[in-house]
């Protein structure tokens, strides 16, 4: 099981595609914002995508930056590369809702519009220590793993 959902109905409604790979031999699934987004000079931003992600549960969503991001908009991701849990998705602060964490680099403020691709997920697995003896289960939302 490995797919995306629109996190509620409400962004279901709003009319926007889920991701998808824009070749046969892409590795990233293209990410949009569900909304518009303002972002002023040297501030941070939260992007909504609308979106939310199922997948086994030895995989992650790794989301990087499309290479056109920085040129075209002058904004980049604030935290370099994001990673979203198999267990992110339905948790109880946002329901498994991604953000895409921008920051703006320049002197100008920056729209970006709905529906405009601006970063990347690739699902990748990860291994264990074999000592892992790893049990607590997510109780929240975006940066709830540091508690």
Avoid: C, W
Wanted: proline residues 2%; neutral net charge; hydrophobic residues 35%.
């Amino acid at each position: 099981m490995r797919r995306f959902e629109y996190v509620s109905k409400e962004y279901e409604e709003k009319s926007f595609e889920l991701p998808k790979r824009s070749t046969s031999k892409s590795a990233g699934y293209d990410i949009s914002l569900a909304e518009d987004l303002i972002i002023k000079p040297g501030e941070v931003a939260y992007g909504k995508t609308g979106l939310k992600v199922l997948m086994n549960d030895d995989e992650f969503l790794m989301i990087v930056p499309r290479s056109s991001l920085a040129k075209k908009h002058g904004v980049r991701l604030f935290n370099t590369i994001g990673i979203i849990d198999a267990d992110y998705a339905n948790n109880i602060d946002n329901g498994g809702h991604i953000h895409v964490v921008l920051y703006n680099f320049t002197n100008e403020t920056k729209e970006i519009k709905k529906g405009e691709r601006l970063v990347q997920g690739i699902f990748l697995k990860y291994l264990r220590v074999d000592s892992d003896d790893s049990s607590a289960v997510r109780k929240g939302g975006f940066g709830s793993t540091n508690s």
